[in-house]
């Protein structure tokens, strides 16, 4: 039995609980709805119980058994081992007979020895081996087999039987099976036969859902006691990209595909398999499978229920008051049982699909004549006149000139996705006869789709631009222009749109100079700079031309980057002539502006607190960014400065603010991993760091971002080489200056692999190729002119690579001189890593007392900037360092050794928890290891086992 790996992607927690609680007897419940992983989790179960040697019995039920008395007892006995079935009494024989012949029980004590012959045929089983039951799809289960398997199970079999079960919750099935009925509803048609829009009874409505309720729990039942319920969440949105990208989908749909399914799994893979490949994701028409999944959720919801629904589907922004102005009045009790089915989710007045393309099904599905019907009652309701016209309009698909023009009208008074829909509308509605107006609509629609972040509805109507015969060159070159912005970090893959589009753009400046700017940020992308830095110099000519004064600043922005990624010094005056002209890039463009650049600048130069400043500014303007893209741009600038600054929870929250904010966008996700690799580095975990390098590397390769692969690379390399992968992360900053070997002359300062990669190699005694790659590094620092900054990265580099080739002195002198640097710069984080480097080759020299000295030194650097994996570093290089000269090796951990030390100098565990922010159970478990680990038994005996310096390493703490 195989369980795919692949799908159990963040489920790594909640399979160790699960095997806590069956290691420890009893039973676990998980429940949750169709498709959220539930059958993955009791396969990895199941396989990891068969390769112990357990008997594993497994039930999965389908709809159409539950109707069937005992199918599912007869399925699961004729599992159990014969050994077990021969042990039984004659009488016991023959109930067995009668149930898995499925003969109806007969009064007395027949059926008694029914209801007893299952538990005395488990427990015989788990005499030969233990026994793992395993209840796919309980809400299935008929319920003659249900009720046996609980009988069985409150007869308590013995510890060697335990049970997971797994049922759908919220019921997502069509009622509950007939048996399991109250009275009152026995009468009620199975749910499939009935219209969910048709007029009902609300008092049956609610007892249908009381009775699908009472089913609910079953699988509880199923287990023995202690029963542990669990829940079964939606994956979060990095363990859904792993999963994708596990089945061949790109990096890029995940964030896309994540808010579509709500985390669902098997929702989001029949989502991405409906893409086309190679393509940026665009919501492609639903796929049945998945259709059918969303159906199943709604099939037993009353009549009522449904039709409040429908109504929430086809509003803007469903909210309660709105329902009940369109004639919902119980819309509170609707919503409510709605909910219970995992339908919606109701926060205050807001309303919200779950997930959200069950709005589509439920719009999609339901009859023109109640869509009208809906559409009447919500413009009826509506307090926005703009929505009321909207409603109205959407009551009828006939053309209407006044009614189109009442829509385009009152979207030149909205903007963003609001704007969209109604010129798509206006457009929609707008006779054959108004042909121009209809694309200056639609052209208009996809501008304000683009800026309000409503890919779908930019990219359907940019596409009807383009498929409109009769459209001018300027209308299908706008057009283009939105669906090459909505390629992202994906722009490699636009050459024929590109071509098409200056091809109609023809001699007009005007048309031409946009779309060769975006080809310039291709260029760039794609690791070509001279063809990047041709297009920049051709977009600012033509922007100047047609008195563009916005696409000739950004042109000269990129070009200053093209120019200083080169290492040619006129950079600093192609930025300045950006910065004098009377450009003023809206919010969605500001990242592409000089002052943008600047900042970003200032940042390479190490002028932290300008960087910061000028960011704090524009994040202001940034945070009215209706895409989203500036808006993390300037997040990821200002986590990168707080990384450099020693500002560690700072660079982590603005990182994770940046990852967020791109899911929530849809944009590419290499960049924002790259930062929160680097935060993580500097304040979080080494394993974290690494795992948001590795994915922003693959996201990188896949989009062609030569940029970000090099970054990713370089905190790849970083992450590898601190946690001892020496050679993984020596191979990572190879492959990275292959790259940048096409860079010919680029600034060092930009991506500071130099020293990186000389220390990996000096660690793997390539002692040549180490000192062959610093003198690489510092010729192109001489290009560049004096830089303390990079002067100090080479001087430690060099330190670390004396240190390994045996001249310690050299190093000690040039590992000084490089935290002299970092600590004029204020970087403490650069200037506690130069002394450790420092404390590293005293050590070397058997210079103990020295060698405490600076590591301690750099301890309390870390300890004050947050730095939580340097510290660890750092405690571990403190631990190491004895007076006798003798390198110590506890076989603690670095939390472990904090404690141990703090009890040392007499501190009770609530000190200690109130010291290192633990909670007192987590001191006293953690001390308890160490006792373990140690050999001790008390604290006294824990004191007099410790060396002395772990008393040093907890008075820096």
Request: a positive charge.
């Amino acid at each position: 039995m195989q369980s795919d790996v692949s799908a159990l992607r963040g489920r790594g927690d909640l399979l160790a609980t699960i095997e806590g609680r069956l290691g420890a007897g009893g039973g676990v419940a998980l429940h949750g709805p169709a498709g959220i992983g539930k059958t993955a989790l009791l396969d990895a179960v199941a396989a990891a119980a068969c390769a112990r040697g357990e008997l594993v019995v497994r039930l999965r039920p389908v709809r159409s058994e539950r109707r069937i008395p005992y199918a599912g007892v007869a399925d699961l006995i004729l599992q159990l081992p014969s050994p077990a079935r021969e042990a039984l009494l004659p009488a016991q024989r023959g109930a067995l007979a009668a149930l898995r012949q499925g003969l109806a029980p007969r009064a007395g004590a027949p059926a008694l020895a029914r209801r007893l012959v299952l538990p005395l045929l488990l427990a015989h089983s788990a005499r030969l081996r233990p026994v793992l039951l395993v209840l796919d799809d309980c809400q299935w289960l008929d319920p003659e087999s249900a009720e046996l398997i609980a009988f069985a199970m409150r007869r308590r079999p013995g510890p060697r039987v335990r049970v997971i079960a797994a049922e759908r919750r919220p019921d997502a099935g069509s009622g509950p099976p007939a048996a399991d009925r109250r009275p009152d509803a026995g009468s009620r048609p199975p749910a499939a036969e009935r219209r969910p829009h048709s007029a009902g009874s609300s008092a049956a409505d609610r007892s249908f859902a009381a009775s699908a309720s009472s089913v609910r729990r079953r699988a509880a039942r199923l287990c023995p006691a202690p029963a542990l319920e669990l829940a079964v969440p939606p994956l979060e949105a990095d363990d859904l990209t792993e999963l994708l990208e596990a089945h061949g989908l790109p990096c890029r749909t995940a964030s896309r595909l994540h808010e579509a399914s709500a985390g669902n799994p098997f929702l989001a893979l029949t989502l991405g398999a409906a893409q086309p490949p190679g393509e940026a994701w665009r919501p492609a028409p639903l796929p049945e499978a998945a259709r059918e999944l969303l159906r199943d959720r709604l099939a037993a919801l009353p009549a009522d229920v449904a039709h409040t629904l429908l109504v929430a589907a086809l509003a803007a922004g469903p909210t309660v008051a709105l329902l009940r102005r369109a004639g919902r009045e119980d819309a509170v009790r609707d919503l409510r049982v709605a909910a219970a089915a995992g339908v919606v989710e109701v926060t205050g007045e807001r309303v919200r699909f779950t997930p959200p393309l069950l709005a589509t099904v439920v719009a999609e599905d339901a009859p023109a004549g109640d869509r009208a019907e809906a559409h009447a009652a919500l413009a009826a309701g509506a307090v926005d006149p703009v929505q009321a016209l909207r409603h109205r309009a959407l009551r009828s698909s006939v053309p209407d000139a006044a009614v189109a023009g009442s829509l385009a009208a009152a979207a030149e008074r909205a903007s963003g996705r609001p704007a969209a829909e109604l010129y798509l509308l206006a457009a929609d509605r707008c006779p054959h006869t108004h042909a121009d107006r209809r694309l200056d609509w639609l052209v208009a629609a996809a501008r304000d789709g683009l800026a309000g972040g409503a890919a779908a509805l930019a990219g359907r109507a940019a596409e009807a631009v383009l498929a409109a015969p009769g459209a001018s060159a300027e209308h299908r070159v706008r057009a283009r222009l939105v669906l090459i912005d909505l390629a992202g970090q994906g722009l490699a893959e636009m050459g024929e749109m590109f071509a098409a589009a200056l091809a109609e753009a023809g001699d007009d400046p005007f048309l031409s100079a946009p779309v060769r700017l975006r080809r310039t940020w291709a260029a760039l992308l794609t690791g070509d700079p001279d063809r990047a830095a041709a297009e920049a110099a051709h977009t600012a000519l033509a922007a100047r031309r047609a008195a563009d004064p916005t696409t000739e600043a950004m042109a000269l922005s990129v070009l200053a980057q093209i120019e200083r990624l080169r290492g040619e010094p006129g950079w600093a005056d192609t930025l300045t002539q950006a910065l004098v002209l009377p450009a003023a890039p809206a919010p969605d463009w500001l990242h592409y502006g000089p002052r943008y650049v600047a900042a970003r600048f200032a940042m390479m130069d190490d002028r932290l607190e300008e960087a910061r400043a000028a960011l704090l500014g524009l994040l202001v303007v940034a945070e009215q960014d209706r895409i989203g893209e500036a808006r993390v741009e300037v997040l990821r600038s200002l986590s990168e400065v707080a990384t450099r600054a020693g500002r560690c929870r700072e660079a982590l929250s603005y990182a994770h603010r940046a990852v967020r904010a791109a899911q929530r966008a849809g944009l590419s996700p290499g960049p924002t991993w790259y930062t929160a690799a680097i935060a993580e580095l500097a304040g979080g975990s080494l394993s974290a760091a690494a795992g948001f390098a590795r994915r922003g590397v693959r996201a990188s390769e896949q989009e062609g971002d030569t940029l970000y692969l090099r970054r990713n690379l370089h905190a790849l390399g970083q992450a590898e080489l601190r946690a001892g992968e020496t050679r993984a992360g020596v191979a990572a900053l190879r492959r990275l200056r292959d790259l940048d070997s096409g860079f010919a002359g680029a600034d060092p300062m930009i991506v500071r692999w130099h020293g990186d990669l000389a220390g990996g190699l000096a660690a793997l005694g390539e002692h040549a190729e180490a000192v062959a790659t610093l003198v690489a590094g510092r010729a192109a620092a001489e290009r560049l002119g004096e830089n303390p900054a990079l002067a100090g990265y080479l001087d430690r580099a060099a330190a670390v690579v004396l240190s390994e080739s045996g001249q310690a002195d050299s190093a000690v002198l040039l590992s000084a001189s490089a935290a002299q640097h970092f600590e004029q710069l204020h970087q403490p984080i650069e200037q506690a890593h130069a002394l450790l480097v420092q404390g590293s080759a005293e050590r070397r020299r058997r210079r103990y007392a020295a060698a405490r000295l600076a590591i301690g030194a750099a301890l309390t650097i870390f300890l004050a900037a947050d730095a939580k994996p340097w510290a660890e570093q750092t405690e571990r290089a403190l631990a190491g360092t004895s007076a006798a000269g003798t390198p110590i090796d506890l076989g603690l951990t670095s939390t472990e050794l904090r404690i141990a030390g703090l009890v040392r100098d007499g501190a009770s565990n609530r000190e200690i928890a109130g010291r290192l922010y633990l909670s007192v159970k987590t001191v006293e478990a953690t001390l308890t290891r160490i006792y373990r680990k140690l050999g001790v038994r008390s604290r006294t005996q824990l004191s007099s086992r410790l060396p002395t310096v772990v008393s040093e390493v907890t008075t820096s703490v």
